[in-house]
């Protein structure tokens, strides 16, 4: 999660922009119509600054280290924006932005934060990890002198980040003591129910200890983002009836049609793992076909893939923009090869993915790439997306037996909370495939798993 539960400004859930001087939550719309921070003493405004402005307080303030009374600092503006645009998706914005505002403050700790989550969500890894760790350095720091950033909150922010970037790049060790270090803070400040809590929960959620999740949002409020995140621990250890009950409550209280839509998501795809035939009323629910909603748009394809409609299916990708939350190998399985490479710093198994579905490597070398990961966890993820992936290209040219094959293979893996794992369920109940719903399990090394006949990664 990226902020608290409510809006400083109208007090409701689901915050996106972070004040850039004392980082206070609002809505992109509150902050617009505040037009400065409502923290009292804070004096944070959103002026609009010319380019020539900005430029002579880059250029003769950076090089001549001057203070000119009358020249705002550009820094505020330009993290205000690259907040809203990391709420927006708009992924090359953000690290745009967070480029220029580190030109200008080369140690400020909520730009390299940014940044990172960025890099993280675009599959650039590694730089996502190097600046994972100097976010880490400056609130480690900033703590020693007391400052904003060296707060509880921000630390164990840093210490998520720097064990999601770490996982990533298939150090499991390094993660684990990141996760661990969350731990750590949150129970050295003793309170229960507050936005620690919730980091904390997701820092045991990364280790797939799901029993311990739900254990520390205990008291965590309801706010739709909080709602989301335990009803996605429910379904993971196989309460689906109680995921939906939880869900549904939030979906009534939700005043945002984003919180509702994501909710309404969720809720469609612990219905479709149930074995509900109206799941897909919750889709009708969520947004018309076409929104920019990344997570709605891969729900709307899965369920038309489930109804037989592989045209539905492909115009529910018809228009993805950069960054609005797909990942470009479910477009290529739907609609053709991949429009674009994987970042040159992204994981060998970024790679492995676009390799395959250019049809260059083989099903077998395929898994064999999936199985190649340092730790189990990352082993178990990247033998999920192969077998699911197989799966629906499987789907795609109708070989039922190689599908069948793929889809019990991927739900083996164990339910990783994503549309994905609905529609293996889903899938598998028309083809008459018996799978077991569970929650996510580690996956030892071992050889390769063998797969079915080559399919071709572009659909019909």
């Known amino acids: 999660m990226n902020g608290p539960q409510r809006c400083a400004f109208c007090h409701d859930g689901a915050p996106e922009v972070a004040c850039p001087r004392c980082r206070t939550w609002l809505h992109a719309a509150c902050w617009d119509q505040a037009r400065r921070c409502p923290t009292l003493g804070c004096e944070s405004a959103a002026p609009s600054l010319g380019w020539w402005r900005r430029f002579v307080a880059w250029g003769w303030g950076w090089v001549f280290n001057l203070t000119w009374d009358g020249i705002p600092d550009p820094t505020p503006e330009l993290l205000e924006r690259a907040s809203a645009r990391l709420a927006a998706g708009d992924l090359e914005a953000v690290v745009s932005l967070t480029d220029d505002a580190l030109a200008c403050a080369p140690d400020d700790a909520f730009a390299y934060y940014l940044r990172a989550s960025a890099h993280q969500r675009r599959g650039a890894r590694r730089q996502a990890h190097s600046d994972a760790c100097k976010v880490l350095e400056l609130t480690e720091r900033e703590q020693r002198v007391g400052s904003g950033y060296g707060a509880p909150e921000w630390r164990a922010r840093a210490w998520l980040l720097m064990g ?29 129910g507050d936005v620690l809590h919730v980091l904390h929960a ?12 739900l254990t520390a949002l205990e008291g965590a409020g309801d706010e739709p983002e909080v709602a989301l995140f335990r009803a996605t621990l429910l379904r993971q250890r196989g309460e ?8 549904t409550e939030a979906i009534a209280r939700a005043k945002d049609r984003k919180a509702s839509s994501a909710l309404l998501v969720a809720r469609w795809g612990a219905r479709v793992i149930r074995g509900d035939p109206l799941a ?5 629910l969520a947004g018309e076909p076409g929104q920019r909603d990344g997570g709605l748009r891969l729900a709307q394809a899965l369920q ?3 109804d037989g409609d592989r045209a539905r299916a492909r115009q529910a990708f018809g228009e993805v923009a950069p960054g609005d939350g797909f990942d ?6 739907l609609g053709g090869p991949p429009s674009s490479e994987p970042p040159v710093t992204s994981s060998p198994w970024a790679r492995a993915v676009y390799t395959w579905l250019l049809g260059r490597l083989s099903d077998d070398d395929f898994l064999r790439c999936a199985q190649d990961a340092a730790g189990p966890r990352n082993r178990s993820v990247q033998l999920h997306e192969a077998h699911a992936l197989l799966a629906l290209a499987a789907d795609a040219h109708r070989d039922q037996r190689s599908e069948r094959e793929h889809l019990r293979a991927a739900a083996q893996q164990g339910d ?14 028309q083809l008459g495939a018996r799978i077991e719903h569970r929650p996510p399990r580690l996956t030892p090394s071992s050889g390769a798993q063998r797969s079915g006949p080559r399919s071709t990664p572009s659909a019909q």
């Open 202 to 213: 997701e820092a045991l959620a990364e280790r797939w200890d799901v029993d311990g999740a």
């Open 304 to 306: 038309a893939l489930l």
């Open 164 to 192: 999601q970037t770490a996982d990533a790049i298939d150090d499991e060790p390094a993660a684990d003591a990141a996760f661990e270090e969350v731990g750590h803070i949150v129970r050295a400040q003793g309170r229960r």
């Open 416 to 429: 990783m909370g994503g549309s994905l794992d609905a529609w293996l369920h889903g899938r598998a109940r």
């Open 328 to 333: 470009w190998t479910w477009a290529a399985l």
């Open 280 to 284: 897909a009323d919750d889709l009708g």
């Open 240 to 247: 689906l009836e109680g995921a939906i009950v939880s869900l």
